[in-house]
């Protein structure tokens, strides 16, 4: 087995030290690692490379000195690995009027092809009529009820329910007065992305 390379990233400027060490991971072999050492310990880089690429990065700390922190990342899988990202329980038990508006969750890994959200919306609360981006969003309702009112009707919306939202189309959501709004949302990424407002 080849010697495991050693990144030392300590006179390397921070902004520039997560990009070395994420581009010297991605060229590992499956099986293989290499050592970093660092001036501190590299928690923030752990949370984004388990959040990139979850059970595919191994994380090992060695034995290390005040100003010379050593860790092992290696490479477990060929591919980032398929991982639970969110219990829809976490963000439709507080039902109360106490609970945030917005969106309360978003899928957040930058290497996605997707844009994912859970909208809440407090009760009577709205999203004003908009036109949507230039691709399709499937919404699924999670909890509470509310009304879609679209160019041509009402669409009542109730748990279990999965919507579709073509390119472009007028919408406009309106929580229930009483139980709020709770709605998962999922498209197609799009850098930019902007909601229009009727004029």
Known sequence: ?????????RTVPKPER????????EQLEVG???ILINDHVPEGLRVEMVREYADAVGWEPLESTEDAVRVRISRQATTPTPRVVLDVADVTDSADGAAPSGS????DPQQRDLD???IALGPGGEIREHT??????????????GKLETETGTIDLTPGEIVWLPPRSRRWFIADAA????YFSVH???????ITARS
């Not at 087995?1 to 990233?9: C, F, N, R, S, Y």
């Open 18 to 25: 997560h990009p070395r060490i994420i581009k010297a991971y």
């Open 132 to 145: 949507g981006p230039d691709l399709g969003v499937l919404i699924h309702v999670l909890a509470g009820a």
């Open 179 to 182: 139980a709020g709004l709770r």
């Open 32 to 34: 293989e690692g290499l």
């Open 104 to 107: 309360v969750w978003q899928l």
């Open 1 to 9: 087995m080849a010697e495991e390379v050693v990144i030392d990233v």
């Open 188 to 194: 197609q990424r799009k850098q930019g992305l902007t």
């Open 116 to 118: 994912a959200n859970v």
